[in-house]
């Protein structure tokens, strides 16, 4: 099984830049975004081979506020971060499908290549 471990940067106002595990005690510093990232990988491979079975307590979220209308805050998943949409196509499947997601059924024969003869 795959866990993701989210991890935030942060830049001080002296320019280095800190790095975070939400939910877990695992922290780095480093002058540069590409020296905190590869800092805060190394510490927490290294934690998690002291403590496989720890799970991050973290529940992360993201506040997106709109400049449209009222500028109202919303909380959203983390995908909003990444812009993650369903396609139309997958969307029609899922529709057709009934379920909520989902690829376009395979209908039997439908694919396969007309014999010659």
């Given at each position: 099984?795959?866990?993701?471990?989210?991890?935030?940067?942060?830049?001080?106002?002296d320019g280095a830049v800190s790095a975070y595990v939400p939910?877990?005690?695992?922290?780095?510093?480093?002058?540069?975004?590409?020296?905190?990232?590869?800092?805060?990988?190394?510490?927490?491979?290294?934690?998690?081979?002291?403590?496989?079975?720890?799970?991050?307590?973290?529940?992360?979220?993201?506040?997106?506020?709109?400049?449209?209308?009222?500028?109202?805050?919303?909380?959203?998943?983390?995908?909003?971060?990444?812009?993650a949409r369903r396609t139309a196509a997958k969307a029609k499947a899922a529709r057709a499908n009934g379920r909520l997601?989902?690829?376009?059924?395979?209908?039997?024969?439908?694919?396969?290549?007309?014999?010659?003869?």
């Amino acid at each position: 099984m795959t866990m993701l471990y989210p991890i935030v940067l942060e830049t001080e106002d002296d320019g280095a830049v800190s790095a975070y595990v939400p939910g877990l005690p695992v922290y780095a510093a480093a002058d540069t975004h590409a020296k905190a990232e590869r800092a805060i990988r190394v510490v927490l491979e290294a934690y998690l081979q002291e403590h496989p079975s720890t799970k991050p307590e973290a529940r992360v979220r993201v506040a997106r506020r709109s400049d449209v209308g009222a500028g109202r805050v919303e909380i959203v998943g983390v995908a909003a971060l990444v812009g993650a949409r369903r396609t139309a196509a997958k969307a029609k499947a899922a529709r057709a499908n009934g379920r909520l997601g989902g690829r376009p059924r395979k209908v039997a024969g439908a694919l396969a290549a007309p014999k010659k003869a």
